[in-house]
Antibody, heavy 119, light 110 residues
Framework: QVQLVQSGSELKTPGASVKVSCQAS????????IHWVRQAPGQGLEWMGWINTNTGDPTYAQGFTGRFVFSLDTSVSTAYLQISSLKADDTAVYYCAKGYGSGPRFDSWGQGTLVTVSS | QSALTQPRSVSGSPGQSVTISCTGT?????????VSWYQQHPGKAPKLMIYDVSKRPSGVPDRFSGSKSGNTASLTISGLQAEDEADYYC??????????FGGGTKLAVL
C-alpha cells in the first residue's frame, strides 16, 4: 500500500537549518508529485509548494521562496524539505503528501514532522 | 493570496446533515473543477474525503458529498456520526500550478 514516512521531530535554534525527509513506498515515485504543507500550532493547513518527481522542478508558494528548498533522491524514493535561517515562526508540523497531477488531490500523507525553533 | 473562506465552526446532532462552505474567487474555486476536501482529527495527518469537487476516494462513506456553485464549494455530511467530529479543510487549484487551502472548519457533533 502507498506509504509516506517522514523523519522525526527536530529541535533547532534560530538561524540554524533543518532537512526533513519523506520516503515513499508502494507506488512508482517518479509518477506523482510530492507536495509540502505546513501547519503551525493551532492553525490551519498552508500549502508550501510541490516538486515534480520526474524532472525535479520545484514550485514554491508565495511566502515560501528563498529559505525553503525542495529536493529529491529518486534512488531511494525520497523527497526533502530544507529550511535555512530558521525563525521562531517556522515552528510547525510539516507534511509531505502524494499529489495527482497539478491539482489539489493529495491522496496519501506522511505522518508529519514537528520542527520546533527555540533558543 | 488569501486563504479560501470557511466558517470557523459548524455543529450538528447525530443523524443530522451539515454543510460546510468554502468561498473563493473566479481565480480559484470558481475557475476550475479542482476542489478537494480534507478531514483532520487532532494530532493526525489530513485525509482526502472529496476531490474534483464531488468525487469520493474509495473507502470514504457516501455520507460525504461535494458540490460547487460559482465561487463557493460545499461539503455536505449526512447522517452525522460521532467520528465525523474533526477539522475540515477545502483546497482549490489556483492556476499556475498552485493550490490554496481554506482556513478550516471545526465540526462538532453534539
Amino acid at each position: 500500500q502507498v506509504q509516506l514516512v517522514q523523519s522525526g521531530s527536530e529541535l533547532k535554534t534560530p538561524g540554524a537549518s533543518v532537512k526533513v525527509s519523506c520516503q515513499a513506498s508502494g507506488y512508482t515515485f517518479i509518477s506523482y508529485p510530492i507536495h509540502w504543507v505546513r501547519q503551525a500550532p493551532g492553525q490551519g493547513l498552508e500549502w508550501m509548494g510541490w516538486i515534480n518527481t520526474n524532472t525535479g522542478d520545484p514550485t514554491y508558494a508565495q511566502g515560501f521562496t528563498g529559505r525553503f528548498v525542495f529536493s529529491l533522491d529518486t534512488s531511494v524514493s525520497t523527497a526533502y524539505l530544507q529550511i535555512s535561517s530558521l525563525k521562531a515562526d517556522d515552528t510547525a508540523v510539516y507534511y509531505c503528501a502524494k499529489g495527482y497531477g497539478s491539482g489539489p488531490r493529495f491522496d496519501s500523507w506522511g505522518q508529519g514532522t514537528l520542527v520546533t525553533v527555540s533558543s | 493570496q488569501s486563504a479560501l473562506t470557511q466558517p470557523r465552526s459548524v455543529s450538528g446532532s447525530p443523524g443530522q446533515s451539515v454543510t460546510i462552505s468554502c468561498t473563493g474567487t473566479s481565480s480559484d474555486v470558481g475557475g476550475y473543477t479542482y476542489v478537494s476536501w480534507y478531514q483532520q482529527h487532532p494530532g493526525k495527518a489530513p485525509k482526502l474525503m472529496i476531490y474534483d469537487v464531488s468525487k469520493r476516494p474509495s473507502g470514504v462513506p457516501d455520507r460525504f458529498s461535494g458540490s460547487k456553485s460559482g465561487n463557493t464549494a460545499s461539503l455536505t455530511i449526512s447522517g452525522l456520526q460521532a467520528e465525523d467530529e474533526a477539522d475540515y479543510y477545502c483546497c482549490s487549484y489556483a492556476g499556475s500550478y498552485t493550490v490554496i487551502f481554506g482556513g478550516g472548519t471545526k465540526l462538532a457533533v453534539l
